[in-house]
Nanobody, 118 residues
Framework: QVQVVESGGGLVEAGGSLTLSCAASGRSFSTSGMGWFRQAPGKDREFVAGISWSGDSTYYADSVEGRFTISRDNAKNTMYLQMNSLEPEDTAVYYC???????????WGQGTQVTVSS
């Protein structure tokens, strides 16, 4: 059974940092892109960041460019999202998706809550 499981969410003050992890099991995603999405209350789920299978190419939403960094460790079948300079507007449930590429979605995790207080 393929699973992707997010972790690392929590409550942080504005300006703070968090690192999210997405651990995959059941199959390797080492040859696939992976992505992060988020959904705030009352809003649609939106793309946050994506990474190619090798990690050489990364993609970011304009709203997080320069503050968030996506990375991956294929040996651990795990993807990360380092979030710095967090803003209240970043409050959302963050989801991992794999395999991912532009216009194509795969498995979703259950999400991890990130709350940024002002």
């Amino acid at each position: 059974q393929v699973q992707v499981v997010e972790s690392g969410g929590g409550l942080v003050e504005a300006g703070g940092s968090l690192t999210l992890s997405c651990a995959a099991s059941g199959r390797s995603f080492s040859t696939s892109g992976m992505g992060w999405f988020r959904q705030a209350p009352g809003k649609d789920r939106e793309f946050v960041a994506g990474i190619s299978w090798s990690g050489d190419s990364t993609y970011y939403a304009d709203s997080v460019e320069g503050r968030f960094t996506i990375s991956r460790d294929n040996a651990k079948n795990t993807m990360y999202l380092q979030m710095n300079s967090l803003e209240p507007e970043d409050t959302a449930v963050y989801y991992c998706n794999a395999p991912w590429t532009t216009g194509q979605l795969g498995y979703w995790g259950q999400g991890t809550q990130v709350t940024v207080s002002s």
